[in-house]
């Protein structure tokens, strides 16, 4: 970024470090520090309705962590990716975020 906006490049970059937490905490079934990782006024898309700030995330993120035995490695589009899992009976899903100065602002889930 030479004086301009940044890439999606730069934004892919400048994420990854937040998305590799993210993964590692609902890994670990981390509730506190995936809570570190969200803004304060996230928004999750849900089939359900939008449902706005840290607790309603985290407790949709812990939900599907408690399926999800396998994290794939994130696939990004500058500040946008796709964080797949794999739960132990073999079906798979998908978590779509939007990371904005290292913390997730949206996401969205089936």
């Known amino acids: ?3 301009g906006h940044p890439s999606d490049a730069d934004r892919a970059e400048a994420s990854l470090p937040a998305l590799t937490a ?11 520090a995936l809570a570190g ?4 006024d996230v928004v999750w898309l849900a089939p359900d309705g ?6 309603a995330a ?4 812990m939900e ?7 994290w794939d490695p994130p696939q990004q589009h500058g500040a946008r990716a796709v964080l797949r899992w794999t739960g132990d009976d073999g079906v798979r899903g998908a978590i779509v975020v939007e ?6 602002i949206s996401a969205a889930s089936l």
């Open 37 to 40: 990782l969200y803004r304060d």
């Open 50 to 55: 939008a449902h706005t700030g840290i607790d």
């Open 99 to 104: 990371v904005r100065r290292g913390l997730i």
């Open 1 to 3: 970024m030479a004086g």
């Open 58 to 61: 985290v407790a949709r993120h």
């Open 64 to 70: 599907i962590a408690t399926r999800a035995v396998v």
């Open 22 to 32: 993210v993964i590692e905490a609902v890994g670990a079934h981390d509730a506190g």
